[in-house]
Structure formats: structure tokens, C-alpha cells
């Protein structure tokens, strides 16, 4: 997809002149989208809208990932809206497939139980690898060796709004780790047994909790049990430094013992959440209000002074999701 003879650092050549300043302080970053060949035309809308909205400004490259080989038809239709540079690239095979440690006639008893209670994905083996990928296999792939922070997006989503500064630098200069766009409750059917395992591994690693963690959005009473609040992360701006670290990686390692993923239905989700919340400090979590964002059925439309008026967004604030029965906003905001 690029020029050959461009530089796609060269922030002279992407994004207009308005915006070289932007990108000539480019952070260590990319965008990712992990897809399926099938997602083909949903992938390349929410390419050229992050595009239009954000990227062409600053010339961010894209990662795409996929547990089967991407085919040439996705290739070109997502590199023909994308302006920088575009890397393809196949997971390996431990790292998405259901690991020969579990017990598969446990885990399709569990998944013919939660077909009669009718959870959602609950009889599909795929979902819950691409949610143990999601939880704790993404940032080892190699085309992301080289990166530090990476923006989640997923196919058929929506940007409804200008997106004129950086987010990443935001998160660089402000010594964030996380950033999120909407939080909401967990299906308790999915996670039963994920607190009392989380809560296993605080009691023997007390020394991984944070002592300025974000305990009061997970937890109504003071840790006894958890109250489902997460971030939704089909949408993430995050460190993938966190991730990598000591202290995720023994809580993933953990957590993907006891079978989980495959005996239950964890999601990414809460697990990143839970992670976050319990081992990093709660101030390097930050709460993109001014990012105007779209995954069925849910919006987050900006709400806060002036943003919305300054992303000239198409959102309606009215109906944010952050104002709806099903939000976390409420125990985000009493934290603060
Ligand atoms: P939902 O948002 O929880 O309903 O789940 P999605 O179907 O949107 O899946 C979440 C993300 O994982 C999206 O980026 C999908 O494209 C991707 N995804 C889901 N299942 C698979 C799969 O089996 N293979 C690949 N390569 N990607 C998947
Ligand atoms: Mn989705």
C-alpha cells in the first residue's frame, strides 16, 4: 500500500502540513485489528473511518492478525484505504488454539450447558480462543515486538467524532497505561469461578497489588466479591509494557491454568480489567471521554465540557452509554 519511495515516518509526506508537527512526535505505537477473512468489508469500514478521523493526520501503521493466513482479496481492499505502513501477519499456532492441558470433555460439557442457558458465544470454542489470545497473547506476536502501544479496533465499529490530537502522546506524556471508552457489566455465567481465582492469586502474591489501585470500580465491598464493572475492550489504547510485565504475565499464567477460558467463558475483557484495576495504579487509567466510539449496540459519545462541539461529532450525547442502567461510569466516577 505504500508509496515505495515514501518514508512513512516522513511526516511531511503524511498528513498535511497543518499536522507535520503531530507526527513528527509520532509515538512508539500502532493501530490493530485482529480479523477474520469474512470480516473483510466490516474491517475495511472501521479502517477509512480511524483513517478519515485520526490517522491520516498522523501516519500511524496498522497490524492485522489472524489465526488463518490473510487472504490476498483482504490484503488489498485494507491497504487500499490505509496511507502509512501495513503489516499482515499469521498468530502461531500455541497461541490461539485450545491448549492440550484442558480437559475437552469438561470443556464440551460446559459448552453444551451454556448453549441450553442460552450465553451468548457460549457453545463456541473459537470465541473463547480469540478471548484467551486477546488476554494474553497478542503483544508476544512478532510484528508487534517492536511497538510499546497499541490502539484495539475491531471491525464494524464507528468514530464519530475528529480526533485532532494524539492519544497515544496523551498516554506517553500523562504516564497512562490504559485507556478506555465504556464500561459495563460482565455476564456472570461466563466468569463464576474468575473472582475467587483472582482473589487466590492477590492472597499469595499480595506484593502484585497496587497500593493506589482502582479496588472501589471493581468491587462494592471492598474486595469480597466483584461487582462484574469492566472496560469494554474492543476498544483499548494501552501499554502493551503492562502486558509484558512481570506481574500480568504471572497473573495470565495463573488465570490460564486453572482452564478458565475453556471450562467457563472468559473474556479479555474483565481479565485486562481485572488486571489493570488490581496491579497497576489507578491514575494511569484514563478514560477517553473525548473519543467519540461505536460498537453495537453501544455508544460513547462525548459529554464533558466542549469536547463534543470540539470533535464536531456526529454522535447523539444524549444517548451516551455512559448515562445508560448498564453503565460502570457510576462506580468509574466514584473512584475519583
Ligand atoms: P464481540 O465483540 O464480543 O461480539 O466479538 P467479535 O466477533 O467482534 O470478536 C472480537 C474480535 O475478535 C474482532 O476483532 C473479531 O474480528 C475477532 N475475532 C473473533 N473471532 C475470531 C476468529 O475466530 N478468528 C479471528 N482471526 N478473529 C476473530
Ligand atoms: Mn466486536
Given at each position: 500500500s505504500q508509496l515505495p519511495?515514501?518514508?512513512?515516518?516522513?511526516?511531511?509526506?503524511?498528513?498535511?502540513?497543518?499536522h507535520a508537527a503531530n507526527a513528527t512526535q509520532r509515538q512508539n505505537a500502532t493501530l490493530l485489528m485482529l480479523a477474520r477473512n469474512s470480516d473483510t468489508d466490516n474491517a475495511v469500514r472501521s479502517v477509512r473511518e480511524l483513517e478519515d478521523k485520526f490517522n491520516k493526520k498522523f501516519g500511524y501503521p496498522w497490524v492485522f492478525l489472524n489465526e488463518e493466513e490473510f487472504s490476498e482479496e483482504f490484503k488489498r481492499r485494507v491497504s487500499n484505504v490505509i496511507s502509512g505502513p501495513v503489516s499482515f501477519g499469521q498468530i502461531p499456532h500455541d497461541h490461539w488454539y485450545q491448549p492440550d492441558f484442558i480437559d475437552e470433555a469438561k470443556a464440551s460439557a460446559a459448552r453444551e450447558q451454556m448453549i441450553k442457558d442460552n450465553i451468548i458465544y457460549g457453545g463456541s470454542v473459537s470465541y473463547r480462543n480469540m478471548c484467551r489470545f486477546n488476554s494474553g497473547f497478542f503483544y508476544r506476536h512478532e510484528l508487534l515486538q517492536k511497538y510499546k502501544w497499541y490502539w484495539r479496533v475491531e471491525p464494524d465499529v464507528h468514530f464519530h467524532c475528529d480526533i485532532d490530537s494524539d492519544p497515544f502522546k496523551f498516554m506517553e506524556d500523562n504516564n497512562?497505561?490504559?485507556?478506555?471508552?465504556?464500561?459495563?457489566?460482565?455476564?456472570?455465567?461466563?466468569?463464576?469461578t474468575m473472582w475467587d481465582t483472582v482473589t487466590r492469586f492477590t492472597r499469595e502474591n499480595p506484593q502484585y497489588v497496587h497500593p493506589n489501585n482502582a479496588m472501589a470500580y471493581i468491587s462494592d465491598n471492598g474486595g469480597e466479591s466483584y461487582n462484574l464493572c469492566h472496560f469494554w475492550s474492543n476498544f483499548e489504547i494501552a501499554s502493551m509494557d503492562f502486558w509484558r510485565g512481570e506481574v500480568y504475565s504471572k497473573f495470565f499464567d495463573?488465570?490460564?491454568?486453572?482452564?478458565?477460558?475453556y471450562y467457563e467463558r472468559w473474556g479479555d475483557a474483565p481479565v485486562h480489567s481485572l488486571g489493570v484495576t488490581l496491579f497497576a495504579d489507578k491514575d494511569q487509567i484514563h478514560f477517553f471521554d473525548d473519543i467519540g466510539y461505536e460498537h453495537n449496540p453501544y455508544v460513547h459519545c462525548p459529554r464533558q465540557s466542549g469536547n463534543w462541539e470540539k470533535g464536531k461529532c456526529a454522535c447523539n450525547p444524549?444517548?451516551?452509554f455512559d448515562f445508560d442502567g448498564y453503565s460502570c461510569m457510576r462506580q468509574w466516577e466514584r473512584i475519583w
Open positions: 519511495w515514501a518514508d512513512p515516518h516522513d511526516s511531511a509526506l503524511f498528513g498535511d502540513t497543518h497512562k497505561i490504559y485507556g478506555f471508552t465504556i464500561t459495563m457489566y460482565e455476564y456472570h455465567a461466563t466468569i463464576p495463573y488465570l490460564d491454568a486453572t482452564g478458565g477460558f444524549e444517548r451516551s
